[in-house]
């Protein structure tokens, strides 16, 4: 029988966090850089939130462009157009968990087909996931934002995932490191697993993902007891 993962990527297999690394080589200063990754990232996830709420969309890679700006502007850091378009230009350096290759083999081990669902373009998924090492471990790159010009947790991501899984949707597990991705895929009925990496409290309201774990592995080896 066929059995589906559909994962998120960024915070879920790979680190945007570790932007950082590549920043650093512009403002010469880790913890700056440090500073801009963490505001960079926070302004992707409100951008998507409002740009979702509101029924608009910005492609990427121009709307991660504008939230690097931002970043930058909070921060009062100055860079030339030229050196924002090429960290911009390097977003796919993103390093994976330290245990999501072993887990991913292990899953794949168990029969599962994994395939990713997320909100970048399919070429954005693509180049991230050849340099943290996830790629051949991935049968099928689906982009919302490409396909369905809709971003996470918009009722149309988690659509498209359930029609491109191959597979019945009781067999479908949706995989994400994100909270409120999970409410939205336990809203279309589906079994979700919540990667809770950064051990944030659980919400409590009513909205129960059917696996909670401090990582990847921790959920491969739940499911290879199972």
């Known amino acids: 029988m066929t059995k589906t993962m559909l994962f998120d990527t960024w915070g879920t297999l790979v680190d945007n966090y570790s932007i950082a690394d590549v920043i650093e080589q512009y403002v010469y200063e880790s913890h700056t850089a440090q500073k801009v990754a963490q505001d960079w990232r926070f302004q992707h996830k409100w951008a998507m939130f409002h740009l979702t709420l509101s029924d608009n969309f910005v492609p990427h890679p121009g709307l991660n462009e504008a939230c690097l700006r931002w970043a930058l502007d909070f921060h009062n850091v100055k860079l030339s157009d030229a050196e924002i378009t090429e960290i911009n230009e390097q977003y796919h350096k993103l390093r994976a968990y330290p245990d999501v290759i072993g887990a991913l083999k292990d899953l794949k081990g168990q029969g599962w087909v994994i ?64 909270q409120w991705e999970a409410f939205g895929a336990v809203r279309q009925g589906l079994r979700v697993a919540w990667t809770n990496r950064a051990r944030q409290p659980k919400l409590r309201i009513g909205i129960e993902p059917t696996y909670t774990t401090k990582n990847l592995q921790e959920l491969a080896d739940i499911l290879a007891a199972e």
């Open 115 to 178: 395939k990713i669902v997320a909100n970048p373009t399919k070429k954005m998924i693509e180049d991230h996931s050849k340099f943290a090492g996830t790629y051949e471990y991935i049968d099928e790159i689906i982009s919302s934002g490409e396909e369905m010009h809709a971003f996470k947790p918009s009722p149309k991501v988690y659509q498209i995932g359930m029609e491109r899984a191959g597979c019945p949707k009781d067999e479908i597990l949706w995989v994400t490191g994100h």
